[in-house]
């Protein structure tokens, strides 16, 4: 056991953006390898503007889950992205290794803002974009 590491806090205002992102998803690291003495873990606030989303992507081999803290987010997934789960404060999502997926801010007027915790890291494959209107009942803000 290694006696020289020791608690470490991120404030709220400290939090390090220097991690992986895919578009309007931005993604920032409370607890991760890229600022603290964690190895194994990554533990950050996501958050998508009014109408925004991310592109398709995946996180490869890590496991990935997430606590909606305000909003109402939706997750597109499977073939065509034609699946979707839908997600509201206080609700808890786990999404598999290697899934490609589209994480959505349904709201054209409130921000989505939720907790992301994966191991080992912020792995983040990007995958190519799909239109909007491929994503059934999302719509962007004006």
């Not at 992102?21 to 003495?37: I, L």
């Not at 290794?97 to 080992?120: D, G, I, K, Y």
């Amino acid at each position: 056991m290694n006696t020289n590491v020791v608690p470490v806090v991120t404030r709220a205002n400290e939090l390090d953006g220097s991690t992986s992102q895919s578009g309007d998803c931005v993604r920032k690291s409370g607890v991760s390898p890229q600022h603290t003495p964690a190895q194994k873990i990554w533990f950050g606030q996501v958050s998508n503007e009014p109408g925004f989303r991310s592109p398709p992507h995946h996180h490869g081999e890590a496991e990935t889950g997430g606590y909606v803290l305000r909003g109402h987010g939706r997750i597109y997934f499977g073939e065509d992205y034609a699946d979707y789960i839908d997600m509201t404060d206080g609700d808890f999502v786990f999404v598999p290794p290697f899934m490609p997926h589209v994480e959505v801010n349904m709201s054209t007027t409130e921000p989505l803002v939720w907790l992301t915790c994966r191991t080992p890291d912020n792995i983040v494959v990007n995958l190519p974009d799909v239109d909007d209107s491929q994503l059934s009942g999302y719509r962007r803000a004006v």
